[in-house]
């Protein structure tokens, strides 16, 4: 059977940029998606539960890698710090007692970054798992909150802002609860101001699930 590719549009969500998505690209990976989120784009392919290496087997559960590529070049400390933050919230999730001594790999292609592209990569990891069929306890997002000299809380910031922005906070959060599954700042910030890029990620996870729901529909109420 041929691999359905769907894109969906996400409209204009109040302060988040135009999201656009499309699954099944990458015809050799067992799931894939395009995740474009204003002008950044991730592309996302999952590979497995396939065979691991014996110096990787986890006997109970499955070994999960990440390995985020940038645009140009070969990764560095950055991406091998986002890599680990990524695996941390897949482990979360992922069912991996399901597939043990098994291998499921997520490679994450960086086509542009302009601004939030932590929270794009989580968001085009989520819909490659979902297109895979994996196993997951709860769906999760990316969201990425700016933090400006007064305080001033901008949403899915563009690399300007972020540039200009006194702390820049990302969070990953569960589609249940809208628990924080992980969390990534730079900059500084007050403990109330966390909590109030929390609240507000947590509004914005709200629109982010709603796409991916409407983006499931239509994929399959095709078939």
């Given at each position: 059977m041929e691999r359905q590719e769907k894109s969906v549009d996400s409209g204009e969500f109040p302060a988040l940029r135009r999201i656009v998505c499309e699954q099944g690209l990458l015809s050799r990976?067992?799931?894939?998606?395009?995740?474009?989120?204003?002008d950044t784009s991730v592309l996302a392919g999952v590979y497995g539960p396939t065979e691991v290496k014996v110096s990787k087997?986890?006997?109970d559960k499955a070994t999960l890698e990440v390995l985020l590529k940038p645009k140009?070049?070969?990764?560095?400390v950055f991406e091998r710090s986002r890599e680990q933050m990524i695996k941390k919230t897949c482990e979360a999730v992922v069912l991996g007692t399901l597939h043990p001594r098994s291998s499921i790999t997520i490679v994450l292609q960086v086509v542009t970054d302009a601004g939030s592209l932590l929270s794009s990569c989580l968001n085009a990891t989520c819909m490659g798992l979902m297109d895979a069929g994996l196993p997951l306890n709860s769906l999760f997002c990316g969201v990425t909150c700016a933090l400006d000299a007064e305080g001033i809380i901008t949403l899915d910031p563009t690399m300007k802002q972020e540039k200009e922005a006194r702390a820049v906070l990302t969070f990953?959060?569960?589609?249940?609860?809208k628990k924080?599954?992980?969390s990534s700042t730079k900059g500084t910030c007050s403990v109330e101001e966390l909590q109030q890029c929390?609240?507000?990620?947590?509004?914005?996870?709200?629109?982010?699930f709603q796409f991916y729901r409407d983006s499931a529909h239509r994929k399959y109420s095709k078939w």
């Amino acid at each position: 059977m041929e691999r359905q590719e769907k894109s969906v549009d996400s409209g204009e969500f109040p302060a988040l940029r135009r999201i656009v998505c499309e699954q099944g690209l990458l015809s050799r990976a067992d799931g894939s998606a395009s995740w474009i989120q204003g002008d950044t784009s991730v592309l996302a392919g999952v590979y497995g539960p396939t065979e691991v290496k014996v110096s990787k087997e986890i006997y109970d559960k499955a070994t999960l890698e990440v390995l985020l590529k940038p645009k140009i070049g070969l990764p560095g400390v950055f991406e091998r710090s986002r890599e680990q933050m990524i695996k941390k919230t897949c482990e979360a999730v992922v069912l991996g007692t399901l597939h043990p001594r098994s291998s499921i790999t997520i490679v994450l292609q960086v086509v542009t970054d302009a601004g939030s592209l932590l929270s794009s990569c989580l968001n085009a990891t989520c819909m490659g798992l979902m297109d895979a069929g994996l196993p997951l306890n709860s769906l999760f997002c990316g969201v990425t909150c700016a933090l400006d000299a007064e305080g001033i809380i901008t949403l899915d910031p563009t690399m300007k802002q972020e540039k200009e922005a006194r702390a820049v906070l990302t969070f990953a959060i569960d589609s249940p609860e809208k628990k924080v599954l992980m969390s990534s700042t730079k900059g500084t910030c007050s403990v109330e101001e966390l909590q109030q890029c929390i609240a507000a990620s947590q509004r914005a996870a709200n629109t982010i699930f709603q796409f991916y729901r409407d983006s499931a529909h239509r994929k399959y109420s095709k078939w």
